[in-house]
């Protein structure tokens, strides 16, 4: 029996399984089985890493990347023609786009790289069509931007969603706060510090084995699922920010229109009559997490036509070094910083490597002579 029929098998196995707590331990074994055979099925059996193939080894470029993943004709490539320079084959017929091509958009003095990749059809993530080229290159990027057509109702967000959570990538998550540590002897010790509702120890114990853990500490730190533990085991998981974009809003009506645009995580657009397209990359920038700084030499003006881009998750003034030098901050004395970060001071506040600056800072930094 090959892994496709295996698959279709547990598939099968889990729909007809009633969900309750006596089937929980049978759930999470399945659900273990299930994450192995889908990883042997889109890495190889040998455990080599999916290779992106000919079309798909795009480069990295600019301060990050954002990847347009759509089924056929939502209007991937003209948007990616409309917001940067790249011109990208579009057409009233699916499958015009065979590759991924590559484009540059300016943002916030950001170069960010847009990816417009192959519209995926169903059951991409077993193979079909380029759905494995497609979502190796989705695990690259820094923004997975989910476009759909408004006129086609959520089925298409259900669909994509579903095939990118089976191939690894998590959606507007974070990880599960847990930590997994395999071990030569002991046994397995479990331990919690919260109240778990949504498995039990049993699972766990049962989830370790069918991968054939039998020695490691888990120590668990909040109300996890079995998913969320195969997803720590497996440690091949990418969590990535997501922003669902509705083109042709134009075929509907402004109520319509009004009740998506309030949905998280949400923009709408039409990239026909070129509505809300600079709404849609500043929302790209803020969904990458970006931090925009200023530098100023003493006695000078700050420079605001040179920002540093920084990502909001390394915004220490030690990143800011970086960012302009990696020898730096081995000659740091200290800094001064202007704005959101600081106290208010007409002189500016000196601060040290640790200190976390905010958007539209501006900083001087003073080094040893």
């Not at 190889?44 to 990347?65: H, I, L, N, P, Y």
């Not at 993943?69 to 320079?85: D, E, N, R």
């Not at 069918?210 to 720590?232: G, P, Q």
Request: glycine share 8%.
């Amino acid at each position: 029996m090959g892994v496709l029929e295996k698959i279709k098998d547990i598939e099968a196995e889990m729909a007809r399984t009633q969900k309750n707590k006596a089937t929980e331990y049978h759930l999470g074994l399945l659900k273990a089985k299930l994450a192995r055979y889908r990883a042997e099925l889109l890495e190889g059996a040998s455990g080599g890493a999916s290779k992106a193939g000919a079309g798909f080894d795009v480069a990295k470029a600019g301060f990050g990347r954002a990847v347009l993943i759509g089924f056929p004709s939502v209007g991937k490539s003209t948007l990616l023609s409309k917001v940067t320079s790249t011109e990208s084959a579009a057409a009233a017929y699916a499958f015009t786009t065979l590759v991924a091509v590559p484009g540059v958009m300016e943002i916030e003095g950001a170069k960010i790289q847009l990816l417009d990749l192959p519209g995926i059809i169903e059951g991409a993530a077993s193979g079909r069509g380029r759905g494995r080229q497609v979502v190796a290159v989705a695990k690259t990027a820094d923004l997975v931007v989910i476009m759909l057509d408004v006129t086609k109702g959520d089925e298409q967000r259900q669909q994509l969603e579903h095939e990118l959570e089976e191939i690894g990538i998590r959606l507007n998550r974070q990880p599960p706060d847990v930590v997994f540590k395999q071990k030569t002897a002991g046994g397995i010790t479990i331990n919690c510090t919260v109240n778990l509702t949504k498995t039990d120890e049993r699972t766990i114990r049962g989830i370790l084995q069918a991968y054939k853990i039998h020695n490691a500490d888990v120590m668990i730190r909040e109300d996890i699922t079995s998913d969320d533990l195969i997803d720590t085991i497996l440690g091949n998981r990418k969590y990535v920010p997501c922003l669902y974009v509705y083109n042709k809003i134009d075929s509907i009506s402004l109520e319509e229109v009004d009740r998506l645009a309030r949905e998280p995580h949400t923009v709408v657009i039409s990239c026909e009559l070129d509505l809300n397209l600079e709404v849609l990359k500043k929302r790209i920038w803020q969904k990458m997490g970006f931090n925009r700084i200023y530098t100023k030499k003493r006695g000078a003006e700050p420079d605001l036509m040179d920002p540093l881009i920084i990502k909001k998750t390394e915004a220490s003034m030690e990143a800011v070094c970086d960012s302009i030098h990696r020898g730096i901050k081995h000659k740091f004395k200290y800094a001064v910083v202007w704005g959101k970060s600081s106290k208010f001071n007409p002189q500016g506040q000196r601060v040290g490597l640790t200190h976390k600056v905010a958007q539209d800072d501006v900083v001087s930094i003073v080094t040893k002579v």
